[in-house]
């Protein structure tokens, strides 16, 4: 395994159904806690324009652009359709101890 | 003619997002992209931002690559606009004097920069890419500019002017800035930041005169300055659509499905005039050029849907973003929320949603707004102490 894994923030840190933004080194992230208590990370910033994801609504299991409310689905990462058409590259999470972590590939 | 093909007038947003959009939903026929500039179809918020601060290009503004378009097998024709239609044929002819004849036709003309009747060469305006790039050349540390227009052109000009080290002052003739389409609370705020920003702004001014090196005021005051940009508005490009006899007001007029007066020709964009809630208007935003050339691609291939989204925009102004979904109406609601952040709602007279403006550092406020396009749509009453309450959750008030 080459996966690192990172501590973003405790789970209380992220409210249901909602996103945080994570900064880690040159790169930002988007991690997300389901209505279902699951949590999720994406790459942090919009495939259509780069701006910042965790500033947009999450609804369900859909986080959309605060910019141009472009959608995508933050457990795969696809997007739903214009003006975004390219996918979020997704990140695996897991919960230990009361915190989350993120795994983010060595390069 | 079955074969015949579909021509989109108009390499814009609105024009761009039609073609691609054709593609997607499996037209495979002839699809004809004609635009002026000679440009890929581009996004026009960043013009006044990134672009003019050097911080973002064409190829970032543009909707797809030459490569996508070719792929998509989308004929794009710049350098050669049309110049006549005639809508009983259906067809239309070119500059160089080809005839194209089309089974459905999209007018998405757009607009130009509304010019003042008298400026001198040398005055600027910001509509185009390349109109973009040619103040960006003008603006440089210590350049004395001198906006005309205090809407959102020459405010989001002045941000980026003084971003870059202008000296700047905005000349509006009414008495507060973006008066048009904002509150006055926002407007407001809006003169508050750019005072703050170092920005001399004045209201109620009357112009006298525009020189090469100054601006005379009709009190003949005289400022010297180094560069005038105007940012007096928007001039649709309805003439082709005119000529051709098509019913036009201050725009195309379409019907409720973005039909025009003559049979298969749509219009979308800023050129397009269509009725909300009873009033012909036009939307000159980011917003209804999306959702119409999206909307008018799917009513070509004849899915005949009557095009009801909700009108938006927003304004990115230093730190601070103005944004806005809906309508205004006479009664409004105002929430405050930290750092002199303000979201205002507005309500019809059973307390339904019909409008939201958030005013907020970056866009720390989407969330909200985009929840009230959400509470527009369900249309639900909602009490105005709820409305008010910072502390209360505006999903929580959206799921009942």
């Keep these: 395994m080459n996966d690192q894994w990172i501590d973003v923030c405790a789970v209380g840190e992220i409210d249901e159904e909602d996103v945080l933004r994570f900064d880690h080194g040159p790169h930002t992230y988007a991690v997300y806690r389901s209505a279902e208590n699951e949590f999720f990370a994406t790459a942090g910033l919009c495939t259509h324009e780069k701006i910042h994801l965790a500033d947009g609504l999450v609804m369900d299991h859909v986080i959309e652009c605060p910019k141009h409310n472009g959608r995508f689905d933050y457990r795969s990462g696809k997007a739903l359709g214009a003006p975004v058409c390219v996918n979020l590259k997704t990140y695996p999470v897991r919960v230990e101890a009361g915190r989350v972590l993120l795994a983010v590939t060595a390069p | ?400």
């Design chain 2, 1 to 400: 003619m079955m074969d015949d093909a579909l021509i989109i007038v108009g390499a814009g947003h609105a024009g761009g997002r039609a073609a691609l959009t054709l593609r997607e939903e499996g037209y495979s026929g002839r699809l004809i992209l004609i635009g002026d500039e000679p440009h890929l179809p581009y996004e026009r918020p960043p013009l006044s931002k990134g672009v003019l601060q050097g911080t973002a290009d064409l190829a970032g503004c543009s909707l797809c690559d030459s490569a996508r378009l070719a792929e998509l097998n989308i004929e794009h024709l710049s350098r050669n606009p049309v110049t006549l239609l005639e809508p009983l044929q259906q067809r239309l002819q070119l500059a160089d004097g080809r005839w194209l004849a089309y089974a459905g036709l999209l007018l998405a003309t757009g607009g130009r920069a509304r010019r003042l009747p008298q400026g001198p060469a040398g005055v600027l305006y910001l509509r185009t890419h390349d109109e973009a790039l040619a103040l960006r050349a003008a603006l440089r540390p210590g350049t004395r500019l001198v906006i005309v227009g205090g809407g959102f052109i020459g405010l989001e000009v002045a941000a980026s002017a003084r971003s870059l080290g202008c000296e700047v002052t905005v000349l509006e003739a009414g008495p507060r800035l973006a008066g048009r389409v904002l509150s006055p609370i926002i407007s407001e705020a809006l003169l508050n930041l750019h005072r703050r920003q170092g920005v001399e702004v004045r209201l109620n001014v009357a112009l006298a005169s525009l020189q090469a090196d100054a601006v005379v005021l009709a009190d003949g005051e005289r400022l010297p300055c180094d560069q005038v940009v105007v940012g007096i508005g928007m001039q649709p490009n309805l003439e082709l659509a005119a000529a051709a006899g098509l019913d036009v007001g201050q725009g195309i007029r379409v019907d409720a499905y973005l039909r025009t007066s003559a049979p298969s020709v749509y219009a979308a964009g800023d050129v397009c005039e269509f009725r909300r809630d009873g009033v012909y208007q036009r939307q000159e935003t980011w917003r209804n050029a999306e959702a119409q050339g999206r909307h008018a691609a799917l009513n070509l291939l004849g899915r005949e849907l009557p095009f009801e989204a909700v009108p938006g925009f927003w304004s990115d102004q230093y730190d601070w973003c103005v944004r806005t979904v809906g309508v205004i109406t006479a009664l409004m609601v105002s929430r405050p929320l930290p750092g002199g952040a303000l979201l205002l709602f507005y309500l019809d007279a059973d307390h339904r949603l019909q409008g939201a403006c958030g005013w907020a550092p970056g866009n720390s406020v989407a969330k909200d707004i985009a929840l009230c396009e959400r509470l527009i749509s369900a249309a639900i009453p909602l009490s105005e102490a709820s409305l008010a309450d910072p502390d209360c959750s505006l999903k929580h008030l959206l799921r009942g």
